[in-house]
């Protein structure tokens, strides 16, 4: 299973970027797919996922009204569109394919992908 998240980079306090994650090995509209980050010092923290139809999504409160995710079963792909970025949101964002989408922990996920770095300055 490969998992391969691409997207990120620096860029300024209120602009935008689209994160994607495309994955191989795996029956992806099998799995809930989901995004978490990690920031220099802390802890993973779940960011946004979706469920295997796509029709649900679930997002952190800190994301909430400024990230969309959705998923393109045809092309085994995930996107993350980030909005109105904040450097609070600087940190290496992963995606993961599991089974949980409604509030998840890092552990309802079986597969990570390498990350892709978001760096947001002030």
């Known amino acids: 299973v490969q998992l391969q998240a691409s997207g990120g980079g620096l860029v300024q306090a209120g602009g935008s970027l689209r994160l994607s994650c495309a994955a191989s090995g795996l029956t992806f509209s099998s799995y809930v797919m989901g995004w978490f980050r990690q920031a220099p010092g802390k802890e993973r923290e779940f960011v946004a996922a979706i469920n295997r139809s796509g029709d649900y999504t679930y997002y952190a409160d800190s994301v909430k009204g400024r990230f969309t995710m959705s998923r393109d079963d045809a092309k085994n792909t995930m996107y993350l569109q980030i909005n109105i970025l904040k450097p609070e949101d600087t940190a290496v964002y992963y995606c993961?394919?599991?089974?949980?989408?409604?509030?998840?922990?890092?552990?309802?996920?079986?597969?990570w992908g390498q990350g892709t770095l978001v760096t947001v300055s002030s």
């Open positions: 993961a394919a599991g089974r949980r989408w409604y509030n998840p922990m890092p552990t309802d996920y079986d597969f």
